[in-house]
């Protein structure tokens, strides 16, 4: 069982950065693929980014690469997505997942655990 908590959103203006962390409970956490997720209102979840239980593969979505990174520090049991110049269609409820795959997948259906999410607004 793992229990995940998202936080860092917020209100930002375009060009500016955020960081969202998400902190785990479960001693197994080093052991998960993480991944990041975004919803904006009235479209479906849309995958963003993941990364292997050890950080060392990472992938992200085109529309995000090169501002967007993830990482993670186990000892720590969180992952976090470093968001720099943020625009407007970045606005979303942000989401981290867990998935006991040990190949980086972008499926939703293949992550195990989800937390509760956390709102990020880009204003223009």
């Known amino acids: 069982q793992l229990q995940l908590v998202e936080s860092g959103g917020g209100l930002v203006q375009a060009g500016g950065s955020l960081r969202l962390s998400c902190a785990a409970s479960?001693?197994?956490?080093?052991?998960?693929?993480m991944g990041w997720f975004r919803q904006a209102p009235g479209k479906e979840r849309e995958f963003v980014a993941a990364?292997?239980?050890?950080?060392?593969?990472?992938y992200s979505i085109d529309v995000v690469k090169g501002r967007f990174t993830i990482s993670r520090d186990n000892a720590k049991n969180t992952v976090y997505l470093q968001m720099n110049s943020l625009k407007p269609e970045d606005t979303a409820v942000y989401y981290c997942?867990?998935?006991?795959?040990?190949?980086?997948?972008?499926?939703?259906?293949?992550?195990?655990?989800w937390g509760q999410g956390t709102q990020v607004t880009v204003s223009s």
């Open positions: 479960g001693r197994t956490f080093s052991t998960y693929t």
């Open positions: 990364i292997s239980w050890s950080g060392g593969s990472q």
């Open positions: 997942a867990a998935s006991q795959g040990v190949v980086v997948t972008t499926r939703p259906p293949l992550y195990n655990y």
